[in-house]
C-alpha cells in the first residue's frame, strides 16, 4: 500500500515560507523492512524500555536476519519468556539491559535457557503515548 509522502523534511521549529513541498509516493513496508522473510512483529508490554523510546502498545519490527551486537536492543529468549533488552557483551559476559532505573538488568549464566530472537529495527507508536 503506498501512502502520501512528502520529501522534505518537517521542521520541528519554525518553518521555512520558502521551501518547496514535493509530493510522491512511500512504501512503509519497503521503508521499514530490509528483510521479508525475516522481519517480524511484536507488541511491547510493560515499562523496562521507556528511556530507549518503547512503551507498552508499541509496535517492534524485528529482524531475525541481523546479527546482534554489542549495544543492539534484542528480543530475546529467557528460560521461554519473551523479552526486550539492550544486549551487552563484556569480557564474553552477556547482560540484557534494561533502559529504565527502576527495572532490574538481567545477567545472562550458562544454566539459564538463553536465545536471541532478533534485532529490533523499528518502533511505532501512537503520539498519545508520549509523556
Excluded at 2 to 17: A, I, K, R
Excluded at 51 to 61: K, M, V
Aim: glycine residues 6%.
Amino acid at each position: 500500500m503506498l501512502l502520501t509522502f512528502y520529501e522534505e523534511g518537517v521542521e520541528c521549529g519554525f518553518p521555512s515560507p520558502a521551501r518547496d513541498y514535493t509530493e510522491g509516493s512511500i512504501d512503509l513496508n519497503e521503508e521499514l523492512i530490509h528483510h521479508p522473510n525475516s522481519t517480524f512483529v511484536v507488541r511491547a508490554r510493560g515499562q523496562s524500555m521507556i528511556d530507549a523510546g518503547i512503551s507498552t502498545g508499541d509496535l517492534i519490527i524485528v529482524d531475525r536476519s541481523l546479527k546482534p551486537q554489542n549495544g543492539s536492543v534484542v528480543i530475546a529468549v529467557l528460560d521461554g519468556e519473551l523479552s526486550v533488552k539492550t544486549l551487552n557483551i563484556n569480557n564474553k559476559k552477556i547482560s540484557l539491559l534494561s533502559a529504565n532505573k527502576n527495572c532490574s538488568d538481567v545477567h545472562v549464566s550458562e544454566e539459564m535457557d538463553f536465545m536471541i530472537w532478533g534485532v529490533c529495527t523499528y518502533v511505532v507508536h501512537n503520539l498519545k503515548n508520549i509523556k
